[in-house]
């Protein structure tokens, strides 16, 4: 049944989904940015290689998942997760050379898969 999965079309969708369900715009800018109002942005200039994109991903799948009853994704997500830890533990050994904003915005996502795992 896995083999059935249109990985790039349910990455895609859970991706889209995530972004609806959890980005959310500030309709008063001067009192509130919002909640990772700009992560699709961020997403969508992000390299394939960033810990940004990987996090989106697997907090995309959890979240996804949990929603459609999907275990598979889930579970892809927890070995996702795994893999990130370390990559991410590096980035912030750097200190001064990594993105902060984007550095912030993955221990956030994280945080969110955490909670919804």
């Keep these: 049944m896995q083999d059935s999965y249109n990985k790039s079309g349910v990455e895609q969708c859970a991706l889209a989904n995530f972004l609806d369900d959890y ?4 309709k008063n800018r001067s009192l509130s940015r919002g909640y990772l109002d700009d992560l699709g942005l ?3 200039c992000a390299e394939s290689s960033s810990d940004l994109l990987k996090a989106a991903k697997i ?3 959890v979240s996804f998942g949990n929603k459609t009853g999907d275990s598979y994704l889930i579970y892809q997500a927890s070995i996702m997760y795994a893999e990130l830890l370390y990559s991410f533990q590096s980035t912030m050994s750097k200190g001064a050379t990594s993105n902060t904003i984007e550095a912030l915005t993955t221990a956030v996502l994280l945080g969110l898969y955490e909670v919804c795992s």
């Design 23 to 26: 980005c959310i715009g500030s």
């Design 42 to 44: 961020m997403v969508s």
């Design 59 to 61: 907090t995309s799948f």
